[in-house]
């Protein structure tokens, strides 16, 4: 059974950076597939911000982009997504998942932007 786990996030003033990470365990097919990361806000569902593909290609949502780079390391069988120019918006729990969320929902890592 695949294990996601994220880590990385942290309290950070707006402007800042953090470099977020997340580590598939048990996958053995880890490069065959997709990944994402999402995002949940305090009383609001959680939204997929960043994917990328098996041949590297990637997509963000518009509140994102420009600012985030998610990238993967399939001999690590990790996935990163870089957060630049973090703003309060940005503030939730990071998770990442398959794009169809195939695994179960690992524990998530705070970002918290002070303004």
């Known amino acids: 059974q695949v294990q996601l786990v994220e880590s990385g996030g942290g309290l950070v003033q707006a402007g800042g950076s953090l470099r977020l990470s997340c580590a598939a365990s048990?996958?053995?097919?880890?490069?065959?597939?997709?990944m994402a990361w999402y995002r949940q806000a305090p009383g609001k569902q959680r939204e997929l911000v960043a994917a990328?593909?098996?041949?590297?290609?990637?997509n963000y949502s518009d509140s994102v982009k420009g600012r985030f780079t998610i990238s993967r390391d399939n001999a690590k069988n990790t996935v990163y997504l870089q957060m630049n120019s973090l703003k309060p918006e940005d503030t939730a729990v990071y998770y990442c998942?398959?794009?169809?969320?195939?695994?179960?929902w690992g524990q998530g890592t705070q970002v918290t932007v002070s303004s």
């Open positions: 990328i593909s098996t041949g590297a290609s990637t």
């Open positions: 998942n398959t794009p169809r969320a195939w695994y179960s």
């Open positions: 048990g996958s053995r097919f880890f490069r065959l597939y997709a």
